[in-house]
């Protein structure tokens, strides 16, 4: 019950991953900030998504067969993209926010 609980947050996890994915593919597009590079990563971030997804489709067979070393093994690699694509999607957004300036020192002090 608590593994077939945890593997159904896991494929939600990959719905809400996937919605945002499509989201930044959207926010770039309509906001003109699409290039090679940037088309490049979000293709990157939806091969790491799929891959996930089949390694969580493992993660069932082995944990219906009852093979924990491998159920185990595969969390831990479904955590390494996951980790990965978090800190690489992090760099990339915060490329594209606008610069803020900082208010000059003369109106921090009024």
């Avoid at 770039?28 to 891959?51: A, F, S």
């Avoid at 082995?62 to 955590?79: C, D, P, S």
């Avoid at 803020?100 to 002090?109: F, G, H």
Wanted: glycine share 6%; net charge positive; hydrophobic share 40%.
């Amino acid at each position: 019950m608590v593994t077939s609980i945890a593997i159904k947050r896991l494929f939600e996890s990959f719905s809400e991953l996937d919605s945002a994915i499509r989201g930044l593919r959207a926010t770039t597009e309509r906001n003109g900030q699409g290039n090679k590079v940037l088309d490049g990563r979000i293709r990157v971030y939806e091969e790491m998504l799929n891959k996930q997804k089949a390694l969580a489709l493992a993660l069932c067979a082995y944990a219906t067969l009852g093979n924990w070393n491998e159920v185990t093994r595969h969390i831990r690699l479904i955590n390494g993209l996951s980790t990965m694509l978090r800190d690489d999607a992090r760099e990339l957004l915060s490329g594209l926010r606008p610069a803020t300036k900082s208010p000059p020192d003369e109106l921090m002090l009024s």
